[in-house]
């Protein structure tokens, strides 16, 4: 489906108002605008909105779905074969095949059993794909995610099965301010010599970046409302 004129005219006006506001905090933080990736996540969006961030020249895109990616992506990928898919959602072990077939890099690796599973799948198709530790920063009891304090043994693990781990992920605690959230995550992937911080959304990317986020996950800021 190819984008309207409407769809890319919102997508076009919300993606340089983003990217503005990414320069400038970039610029207020002392740090390049070009270390920060915007990964566009485009779950419950529909197709044309996506196709008008392509044409645009943008290439990353998050989906939390493996079924949902299944879907809209694989044809993307043909179409814009330097399109670079991110899982962020939570990633059950018997979906794992899927997941490192279609995605490029994995955000939510959040326990020993699916850092098993990755592992094995991606020795088997050789494709080693680049992969997140999701930490559960707020020790929320509810939430996905490695418990800060055991964010360092579980590197040690998954890096002893061979997977690639090139940073953290998190989703700060709902409705607080995540500031100390974002500086703990900085904190803690400095102490562990990982490069990546995976961190900050629509409403708090500005601050993310300020702590020092190398990938800012946005959608509705770009998109618009998700159906
Ligand atoms: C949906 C989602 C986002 C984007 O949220 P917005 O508030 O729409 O920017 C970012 N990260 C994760 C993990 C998400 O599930």
Redesign the pocket.
Known sequence: MSPSPDDRAEVARHLAEVKARVAAAAELAGRRAADVTLIA?S?FQPEGRIRAALDLGHRHF?E?RVQEAEGKYPELKRLYPDLCLHL??PLQSNKARQAVALFDVIETLDRPKLAQVLAAEMQRCGRLLPCLIEVNIGDEPQKAGIAPAETAEFLVYCSGLGLKIEGLMC?PPHGRDPLPHFRRMAELAGALALPTLSMG???DYATAIACGAGEI?????LFGG?A
């Open positions: 996540v779950k998050g939390n962020i959602g989703i959304m629509s409403g996950r946005v959608g509705t800021r998700r």
